[in-house]
């Protein structure tokens, strides 16, 4: 088995601690989904407060797995990193399929 250097595990321990949270993984997944969005979007399709959307997409943020641009007043979100959309699309898949098998 092929060693991983400390930095790299140090840095997916961040972003698996920080995905670890039910409301961080529903953002991170539907940003992963729909590409990028606004904090009063994900408010509303989350159905929590601006201030909580806040708080989770601090932490998304340290943890470099969701990156924002302000245009205007607004600030979008989106995915970082080509790794985390490749990890983030096997949560997807995986979270279907359990879904899937729950209906049989």
């Not at 088995?1 to 595990?9: D, E, P, S, V, Y």
């Not at 959307?53 to 990193?81: D, F, M, P, T």
């Not at 983030?88 to 995986?94: A, D, G, H, S, T």
Request: aromatic letters at 6%; a positive charge; proline letters at 1%.
């Amino acid at each position: 088995m092929r060693a991983m250097n400390t930095l790299n595990i140090e840095e997916y321990t961040k972003i698996f601690a920080a995905l670890g949270h039910p409301i961080r993984l529903n953002i991170a997944c539907g940003l992963y989904r729909n590409g990028k969005c606004n904090v009063n979007t994900m408010s509303e399709r989350l159905n929590i407060s601006q201030a909580l959307v806040s708080q989770h997409v601090k932490i998304l943020r340290e943890a470099k797995i969701i990156e924002g641009k302000r245009e205007g007043n607004i600030i979008w979100y989106s995915i970082c990193s080509e790794y985390t959309k490749k990890l983030l699309e096997c949560v997807e898949l995986n979270l279907c399929c359990c879904h899937q098998d729950n209906k049989t």
